[in-house]
T-cell receptor
Framework: DAKTTQPPSMDCAEGRAANLPCNHSTISGNEYVYWYRQIHSQGPQYIIHGLKNNETNEMASLIITEDRKSSTLILPHATLRDTAVYYCIVRAQTFSGSARQLTFGSGTQLTVLP | GAGVSQSPSNKVTEKGKDVELRCDPISGHTALYWYRQSLGQGLEFLIYFQGNSAPDKSGLPSDRFSAERTGGSVSTLTIQRTQQEDSAVYLC?????????FGQGTRLTVV
């Protein structure tokens, strides 16, 4: 899996949009961008994923640059419950036999401030 | 159930004892992962099962750790002769071709 680079921490005011960046300059053509988050003492939670088009679901939006070398996760109206570590991962969608298909980096600690 | 189930949720064991941690993945998911997370640390990959292929055991920290997946479903992670440094939350995840779903983990404390 390609490596990702994320800022170690970010703050965001409650009710404002949280924009979490991720660099994945070595991403391959068959690798998707996945975002997970881990709220303290819980297992990681899937948020969203995409290949090259922007994606939106009930939790967040994912903006991927045209060259696919970076992406931004957007939480449109952050709440205190969104305080968590956010992980950006690139992962091949099809199982080609290569192992360790889900590799977590250090992530970004997002703190939503009241 | 609808999600990944892990048991027990908490386990306290004495140093030197063996422990078994269980993971029930989502039905039909062919991939299963084990991770561990020490206090304040990130997720450390342990082992990965994919269908009938040989598992990737490259993340297991020592030969005291082993895992099996029976019938392509339930998985058991076994730690022999536990040490205090084995204390951590052990997380299991299962996946089809898209997103992986995690269980809530087993918190292992070795005293």
């Amino acid at each position: 899996d390609a490596k990702t680079t994320q800022p170690p921490s970010m703050d965001c005011a409650e009710g404002r949009a949280a924009n979490l960046p991720c660099n994945h300059s070595t991403i391959s053509g068959n690798e998707y961008v996945y975002w997970y988050r881990q709220i303290h003492s819980q297992g990681p939670q899937y948020i969203i994923h995409g290949l090259k088009n922007n994606e939106t679901n009930e939790m967040a939006s994912l903006i991927i640059t045209e060259d696919r070398k970076s992406s931004t996760l957007i939480l449109p109206h952050a709440t205190l419950r969104d305080t968590a570590v956010y992980y950006c991962i690139v992962r091949a969608q099809t199982f080609s036999g290569s192992a360790r298909q889900l590799t977590f980096g250090s992530g970004t600690q997002l703190t939503v401030l009241p | 159930g609808a999600g990944v189930s892990q048991s027990p949720s908490n386990k306290v064991t004495e140093k030197g004892k063996d422990v078994e941690l269980r993971c029930d993945p989502i039905s039909g998911h062919t991939a299963l992962y084990w991770y561990r997370q020490s206090l304040g640390q990130g997720l450390e990959f342990l082992i990965y099962f994919q269908g009938n292929s040989a598992p990737d055991k490259s993340g297991l920290p020592s030969d005291r750790f082993s895992a099996e997946r029976t019938g392509g479903s339930v998985s058991t992670l076994t730690i022999q002769r536990t040490q205090q440094e084995d204390s951590a939350v052990y997380l299991c995840a299962s996946s089809s071709y898209t997103e992986a779903f995690f269980g809530q983990g087993t918190r292992l404390t070795v005293v």
